[in-house]
């Protein structure tokens, strides 16, 4: 018996849900123009916008539960019944293959389709293997992005460079690395968090609700949580 794609029957084609990401490993496409391309698209297809959302400072590859306005920006196709996801090239949506296709499968689901205004938008087989080759290609840019910055920062510490402010559990004493006592303890917290299985945002959180805060005072950012994690 063949498989039916289940739909959603008051999700209109002519209504678009947009999604805008930004992070600081890859800036070369910054919201503002990631906003214009896809009203320009949207404006060429006839599309109607009814909402926006924007992950900022979030990778390509952070965990699902790590990018709200994502996460937001689907469900909103249900309830804007809203038709199309739309965002400004495939690698706004993700760099890792895994999300690729959490997020096509939640669109699918949703009775919608994403699309994206550098193209290759159709379901005949050559564009469904560019869209397939484009996920592949984003994920080994965001490899190769972490690849550079590391070699980069290697190159430094090796002339001896000061590499600007110390790691998060860090400090500079006469030109060394030292252990901050102070902030590895609340590295040993977020691990802890991050074992127990809670999100970044949800560490974060708890965080703030336990009084720690960032250096410059403030609640520490999904980001940086993710920074400090991979760092430790």
Known sequence: MPRTRR????????RAVAYTRASKE?????????RAQ??????????????????????????????????AALAALETEHAGVLLAAKRDRLARNSDIAGFISYSVRRAGARVLCADGANGEDMND????????????????????????????KKARGETLGAAPYGFRYQEGRLVQNEAEQGVLA????????RMSLR???????????????????APMQIGRMLAAA
């Open 38 to 71: 896809i009203e320009a698209f949207a404006a060429a297809e006839g599309l109607t916008i009814v909402a926006w959302h924007h992950d900022q400072g979030v990778s390509g590859g952070a965990d699902i539960d790590d990018r709200p306005a994502l996460l």
């Open 202 to 220: 949800q560490i974060g959180a708890e965080l703030a609700a336990r009084g720690l805060v960032s250096r410059v005072g403030r609640p520490f």
């Open 128 to 155: 469904r293997m560019i869209r397939a080759m484009r996920d592949i290609i984003a994920e080994q840019e965001r490899f190769e992005i972490r690849r550079r910055t590391r070699a980069a920062l290697g190159a």
């Open 26 to 34: 890859d800036a070369q496409l910054g919201p503002e123009a990631q």
């Open 7 to 14: 739909t959603c029957p008051t999700a209109d084609p002519r």
């Open 189 to 196: 917290v977020v691990r802890e968090l991050r074992a127990a």
